[in-house]
């Protein structure tokens, strides 16, 4: 609890004490009027001066409709009229409200900060046989850093020296530690739990995986839903319209109808009722609590507009490799002409791909079995959607598919029709045999298809860049709707614009995609989401929402924490308004009172913003 809260509860106590006392010496003595202003205007006072003193602020800066000021009418009107007692009840009864509602976003806040606690706060240097600590941003790219068990990982880098587990579940959500050994990549924001590393770092702080997830985090308030900015605009002009209609029902009444003081109490209570402090507060609320419960999720959301979108999604359409297939390649098979050895066709194979760390390309080092002299290698071009041309030894050397083998001008036998991706080689034009790459489908992809049908999305489709076999292959294993296969990156941008065209009113598309490669494609559609994006710069770039783990399972998760979002946010405006309405008309037709009123306005606030921690709770059990 802060100082603030505990102030404020302090002085709810006071003010409920003396109004308490006040109350009971006004039943029990038959006391002068003066003395009972005086005697209610100190629990009063003590627990409405800030909003007294807002509210003249708002006067003065000409920012006039506000809930302080609707109060202070309110309040300060039922004093004038004697109702000496219901007017200091309203300004405890909202104060308490206040009170709730920041607890409420407070735990939010704190449920964000567990998350920003990835942050480290020191690097580790070995200087002269000493550990000195140092800050995470004055450590260069290149330096050896040690980390040692218990630590956080301050930057991104590759361990030098050492073997050891990692705590990654402040990135990804999973409980499940990470094994690393020498060469192995790390990032930023995990904890070491066993092991002594030492790492060499590949980034400053400011472009480490950890300091662009804080900056994500700390801006989705940014990026506001049409719901939340609805909410926004709501409230600024239906407070002014509800300030003038209480100033009609307690002018214009009267001048036909007489007795003055009943038509301002109803217009004093059409104030208090008309406040729409429950909206204004429990609809950011919700969505901030959203974001929070996601990020425990694994989930990065780049803004509540993102939730909004994603809780409508209708059209799922995913790469494959890396998304859905795991995008470990091997080699299942080497087919030379009759004349070429096959450990001949996977050295050329090898030597073209040694300036590259696709996958693809890693499988085929690691088939050769030796580390490929680059000195051989000259001239190294890769062709988008083809595959790679280069001088090797010399000799021009094309490795890709048949449309490249064709614009070569190699002569190769028909592909068949066969799962995986069947790379061809030529050399100075004239084909040597071809080498098939196959991959293996992710753990989670069938079920994480299932999930989504479950939801109701009514189509997922698969977009790639391999073979028609190999992604026949795949689709009819997940239960995909459909597929496009031998796609280029702009053609997949195509297939998704014709998605967009064909999709209902009121849905929207989400592309999920490694965040490297399908960087256009993740732009253009209505939510991109990036997957597998541990350390990947442009997966966070490029997306709206970052699963930060290579789990498609979680796809489903986060339609669900959208969706329950979205149900919490109507929830509260129906009940509010909802509310609000019938009591406003009561208040006007003379049938409602101050305690009635007391209920519409802080009843209900209190009301949606418990509504709306039920957000906080997503994350934690899935």
């Known amino acids: 609890m ?32 003066g003395v009972r202003l005086a005697g209610y205007l100190i629990p009063y006072f003590v627990i409405g001066y800030d909003i007294l003193r807002k509210a003249v602020l708002g006067i003065r800066n000409r920012q006039v409709f506000d809930e302080n000021f609707l109060m202070a009418v309110a309040t300060v009107g039922a004093l004038a009229l004697g109702e000496y007692s219901e007017g200091v009840f309203v300004m405890l009864f909202y104060q308490v409200g206040e009170l709730f509602q920041s607890y409420a976003v407070g735990k939010s806040r704190q449920s964000i900060a567990a998350l920003m606690d990835i942050r480290p706060d020191y690097a580790n240097l070995e200087q002269d046989g000493q550990v000195v600590q140092v800050d995470p941003e004055e450590i260069a790219p290149g330096t050896l850093i040690l980390v040692r068990p218990g630590e956080k990982i301050p930057l991104d880098g590759v361990v030098e020296e050492g073997s050891g587990s990692l705590d990654t579940s402040a990135l990804t959500g999973e409980s499940l530690p990470r094994s690393v050994t020498v060469g192995e990549s790390v990032i930023s924001g995990c904890i070491d739990l066993d092991g002594v590393l030492r790492i060499r770092t590949t980034k400053e702080f400011g472009e480490s995986t950890v300091s662009k997830i804080l900056d994500l985090v ?7 839903a049409r719901t939340e900015n609805f909410i926004t605009h709501f409230a600024r002009y239906y407070t002014p319209i509800v300030c003038y209609c209480a100033l009609a029902l307690a002018l214009i009444p009267p001048l036909f109808l007489g007795n003055w003081g009943d038509w301002v109490q109803r217009a004093l209570i059409f104030l208090v009722v008309s406040c729409p402090c429950a909206l204004v507060i429990s609809i950011p609320l919700t969505f901030f609590g959203g974001i929070g419960g996601a990020s425990r999720a694994g989930i990065l959301v780049k803004g509540s507009n993102y939730l909004e979108a994603l809780s409508k999604a209708d059209t799922v359409v995913f790469d494959k490799t890396g998304t859905l297939t795991k995008g470990s390649f091997q080699v299942a098979q080497i087919a030379p002409v009759p004349r070429v050895e096959e450990s001949q066709l996977l050295e050329w194979a090898a030597l073209a791909e040694s300036f590259s760390n696709h996958p693809i390309s890693k499988s085929l080092k690691a088939a050769w079995g030796k580390q490929p002299d680059q000195s051989r290698v000259s001239q190294v071009e890769e062709l988008a959607g083809l595959g790679v041309t280069a001088q090797v030894d010399g000799r021009s050397l094309a490795l890709g598919n048949l449309r490249l083998m064709e614009k070569v001008g190699a002569q190769c036998p028909p592909e068949r029709q ?26 989670t992809a069938v079920a994480a298809i299932s999930a989504l049908k479950k939801l109701g999305v009514r189509q997922t489709v698969m977009l790639t860049g391999d073979s028609p076999a190999a992604a026949a292959a795949v689709a009819g294993e997940l239960g995909l709707d459909s597929y496009h296969a031998q796609l280029l990156p702009a053609q997949k941008v195509e297939r998704v614009e014709e998605l967009l065209a064909q999709k209902p009113a009121g849905k929207t598309l989400a592309f999920v995609g490694d965040g490297i490669n399908d960087a256009p494609v993740l732009s253009r559609a209505d939510v991109g989401i990036a997957m597998g994006a541990l350390g990947s710069d442009a997966a966070i770039e490029a997306a709206d929402v970052v699963l930060m783990d290579d789990d498609p399972a979680k796809i489903a998760l986060a339609i669900r924490i959208c969706r329950k979002c979205m149900v919490i946010v109507w929830e509260n405006i129906i009940f509010a308004l909802g509310v609000k309405g019938v009591v406003l008309a009561a208040a006007a037709l003379g049938l409602s009172n101050m305690w009635l009123a007391i209920f519409a306005d802080v009843g209900v606030m209190v009301l949606a913003v418990l509504n709306s921690t039920r957000m906080l709770r997503v994350g934690k059990n899935r």
């Open 418 to 443: 066969e799962p995986g991706s069947r790379i061809h080689l030529a050399l100075d034009g004239v084909y040597q045999g071809s080498i098939l790459i196959a991959d293996t489908l992710k753990p």
């Open 218 to 224: 700390e801006n989705s308030s940014m990026k506001k």
């Open 2 to 33: 802060t100082k603030k809260q505990k102030k404020m509860r302090l002085r709810i106590f006071i003010s409920a004490l003396l109004l308490a006392g006040m109350m009971a010496a006004d039943r029990l003595f038959l006391l002068p009027a």
